[in-house]
């Protein structure tokens, strides 16, 4: 029988023998600490990819967007046909160093149109929409430790759901530890060792891993210095954490971070130029930060959105619910350039670009060999990527 | 079949259970004084509430000196309300619909619209027709505005509007592979929609505060004809709400959220039916299933005891109204309606237009430790309010005979409170 303040001591395997976690808590160490980080950037309502990775060339995107097409003297030109938004100025200088991927037209069978559904899908990397885990979630089981991922914000999304329990969520780092009132710890220790059952016990467990996880982050944060000036954002504060704890070496092998709001069904052009200048300045801080601390081999991003907008314009300057996106990838680790071919805005499926390439193979490439997982078993199947990790 | 009724008078552990599920909590003398009555007419009593409010709420949103300021005086208003006002059930309901309904002050800073929106869930959150229900709320300019049907006019849909309804607010969008409704439904409601907008208000500095009611303009609304949900006619934006808020899968829907919101994170669904039949049979009568609903024997049943996760505004309601409803400062109740947000939910701003799925997904390290926070705020610190009787285990545990006590034994009052507030049965509901 262990000493019941074990867990106080955040012990792995006190944890796992105190608190009957499965099997593969106590498995853990061995895979946990590869020295590869993943951080998926999630962009939530439906970005627009075509006002992302702009077709400047193309005479149908005008045609079918009269107010809200990104004129092609504000285009940051890429290639003969495709540019940047303005906005996303910042990125430009790691596309000219060859450490930004776009990729055009990524997708999934059957697409879905309802933000929820297809969100799920992108988080469950399941569009049978049968799977109730996470992509990210499987990974955590699969390397056996469930901090081994862990979302930056308030609330856990779907992708970080492991059949037992969801992985860590952070919401700052900087107040992200426990500090029991004087003269409780033996007495709230005695408390949570009550036996449970069900969601009581569930609680419990919660509670101990946050015990944990919080000394494990607190142990090592202090040894973090800001290689870079941050812009003012709630995005861009995560994004710190998020190297914070990368420099720290607490062990994350995938971090995750959202930016909301990019559901443009009105005056897109506004709403999205400044999500799209919050999203580069953001990155670029991240990406001069992680180079300064001397971790750039060590440190990719890639972000999605659970789908794009419809091509034509609706009546209020903005964009209905699409299929298609674009996604992106960054760092020294990734293939700059376009991946895969632009869609085709003459063929398109009710009103949508046609996805020609399946998110999974993307998702499987990051797994498989940034992180060298065995993408096959995390995704239930093998996917073909556009080639976009070096 | 319509759901079988509690067996039996309620047991101190059933009248605890019902408080917990229906008031957020409440004292042992409020618990006790339900203990031997019939658990049709707790229920009929709980519901039966009228249009008052807490006396002396110190917030006014109409004072605030900017839009942010106005919204963060009508959150907390809110919160005071639902933990000081006389109809704790009325308030919960209202909270259950606003995540149902879904609005954003992200969208939404206009403080008469916000008024007209939270007014109408009070005034519906157990009437007779859910119909109207749907209709009323789609016209109030908050929801106009949120779900840009503002923006739908004739010739040029804005499809954001007609996809939420029928996706969350009255059909749900089906099984895989066995969709309610079609992309077809979804624009052809969209059509039938247009013209409906609203006049004034505003979110920007000198309009926020001033009066916004809804309108129709016939020059902006195609009148042709269209055919939505297997009905067709020159629908207009009546016949879309009368079509999707009577559908016979609205029934299932709306239940399912009522038994999620009042039973279980996972609902049987064959109780899930229960209830959709007697809201077709009452055509839509929310009262009348939620007085079956909140005497049935699936409510009490053991295994649906302690089993829902408190959201983090009703742990903190819980936590005042188990107390005893100790009065908090101003600033508290400013500071804890801020802390909400920290802990995943903003009062009137949810993430998305779904509204928060609750259950686990309010747990996680951040939202434990802020838990933690508010509940030394609460009992320790030097803001806490003076504890009044101290609560007992059925207040607390909603039972006599939890794990917990022997932990707690030797502890000075506040010590004691902190620990249970904190611990993982006060957590439940």
């Given at each position: 029988m262990p000493d019941r303040r074990d867990f106080l001591k955040l012990s792995a395997l006190a944890v796992a023998a105190t608190t009957g976690m499965p099997g593969f808590l106590a498995r853990a160490a061995a895979q946990a600490t590869g020295d590869r980080t993943l951080v998926v950037v999630q962009l939530t309502g439906g970005n627009d990819g075509l006002n992302t990775l702009v077709p400047y060339s193309n005479g149908a995107y005008y045609a079918a967007r009269p107010s809200i097409a990104i004129p092609k003297r504000d285009v940051l030109t890429l290639t003969p046909d495709l540019g940047m938004h303005p906005a996303l100025k910042p990125l430009m200088g790691l596309w000219d160093a060859g450490q930004l991927a776009w990729m055009e037209n990524v997708g999934y069978p059957n697409p879905n149109r309802s933000h929820f559904a297809s969100m799920a899908i992108w988080h469950t990397a399941d569009p049978s929409q049968a799977g109730a885990d996470g992509w990210i979630g499987r990974v955590a089981e699969k390397i056996g430790d469930p901090f081994c991922a862990s979302n930056i914000g308030g609330t856990t999304p779907l992708a970080l759901r492991a059949d037992t329990f969801s992985l860590p969520?952070?919401?700052?780092?900087?107040?992200f530890g426990v500090k029991l009132p004087q003269g409780l710890d033996g007495a709230f220790d005695a408390m949570l060792n009550a036996p449970r059952v069900g969601e009581a016990d569930y609680l419990l467990r919660a509670t101990r891993q946050?015990?944990?996880?919080?000394?494990?982050?607190?142990?090592?944060?202090?040894?973090?210095?800001?290689?870079?000036?941050?812009?003012?954002?709630?995005?861009?504060?995560?994004?710190?954490?998020?190297?914070?704890?990368?420099?720290?070496g607490v062990g994350q092998r995938i971090i995750y971070v959202s930016l909301g709001g990019f559901d443009t069904h009105a005056g897109q052009r506004a709403e999205q130029d400044d999500l799209l200048a919050t999203l580069a300045a953001g990155l670029a801080a991240f990406h001069a930060d992680i180079q300064k601390q001397g971790l750039a081999d060590r440190v990719v991003v890639m972000g999605f959105s659970e789908f794009g907008r419809r091509v034509a314009e609706n009546a209020s300057a903005g964009t209905d619910h699409g299929k298609g996106s674009v996604m992106f990838a960054l760092g020294a680790g990734v293939r700059g350039g376009v991946h895969g071919s632009s869609p085709d805005l003459e063929d398109l499926s009710e009103g949508d670009i046609k996805y020609r390439q399946d998110f999974r193979g993307v998702y499987a490439e990051g797994l498989q060999k940034w992180l060298s997982l065995d993408a096959r078993s995390i995704l239930g199947g093998e996917f073909t990527g556009p080639g976009w990790v070096a | 079949m319509s759901l079988t009724p509690h067996p039996h008078n309620l047991s101190p552990a059933d009248a605890a259970h019902f408080l917990r599920r229906t008031a957020y909590g409440a004292t042992d003398a409020q618990i006790r004084a339900l203990v031997g009555q019939p658990a049709r007419t707790v229920a009929r009593n709980a519901l039966n509430f009228d249009a008052r409010t807490a006396p002396d709420n110190p917030f006014d949103p109409a004072v605030g000196a900017t839009p942010g300021a106005m919204l963060q005086l009508t959150r907390a208003a809110w919160l005071f309300e639902l933990m000081y006002g006389p109809h704790p059930l009325r308030e919960r309901l209202a909270l259950t619909w606003s995540n149902h309904f879904v609005i954003g002050t992200d969208k939404v800073k206009n403080h008469p619209a916000l008024a007209a929106y939270l007014g109408l869930l009070r005034?519906?959150?157990?009437?007779?027709?859910?119909?109207?229900?749907?209709?009323?709320?789609?016209?109030?300019?908050a929801m106009l505005r949120y779900l840009d049907n503002d923006r739908n006019k004739k010739g040029r849909p804005n499809e954001n509007f007609s996809r939420e309804l029928m996706e969350l607010f009255t059909l749900g969008i089906g099984e895989p592979g066995k969709p309610n409704y079609t992309e077809q439904d979804v624009r052809e409601g969209a059509r039938a929609l247009t013209g409906w907008s609203f006049e004034g208000g505003g979110n920007v500095k000198n309009t926020y505060l001033k009066p916004v009611s809804a309108s129709f303009n016939p020059r902006q609304h195609d009148d042709g004809q269209k055919t939505y949900l297997g009905q067709t006619g020159r629908l207009d934006f009546g016949d879309v709400?009368?079509?999707?808020a009577t559908h016979p899968q609205t029934a299932v829907f709306v239940s399912r959220k009522l038994h999620r919101a009042f039973v279980a994170d996972t609902p049987d669904e064959a109780a899930v039916q229960g209830s959709a039949e007697t809201f077709r049979r009452t055509g839509g009568n929310l009262g009348a299933v939620l007085e079956e609903l909140l005497s049935s024997a699936a409510f009490y049943a053991p295994q649906h005891r302690a089993s829902i996760i408190r959201g983090p505004v009703e742990y903190m309601v819980a936590a005042v109204r188990t107390l005893g409803q100790p009065r908090l400062e101003a600033r508290q109740l400013l500071n804890l309606s801020q802390t909400a947000g920290r802990m995943g939910q903003i009062l009137l701003q949810p993430d998305t237009v779904k509204g928060w799925d609750g259950g686990r997904e309010w747990i996680n390290d951040s939202t434990l430790l802020t838990r933690m926070q508010v509940a030394a705020a609460l009992t320790l610190g030097g803001t806490a309010p003076p504890p009044g009787a101290v609560p007992g285990d059925l207040a607390l545990f909603g039972s006599e005979n939890g794990p917990v006590q022997a932990a707690l034994n030797g502890l000075n009052p506040r010590q004691r409170l902190y620990l249970a507030l904190v611990s993982p049965e006060f957590q439940l509901a």
């Open positions: 969520s952070i919401e700052r780092v900087d107040t946050m015990m944990k996880n919080t000394a494990r982050v607190q142990q090592n944060v202090k040894k973090y210095r800001s290689g870079a000036a941050y812009p003012e954002s709630r995005f861009a504060a995560q994004l710190q954490d998020a190297a914070r704890l990368i420099a720290a | 005034r519906h959150a157990a009437g007779s027709s859910f119909e109207r229900f749907t209709l009323e709320v789609s016209q109030t300019p709400i009368r079509i999707a």
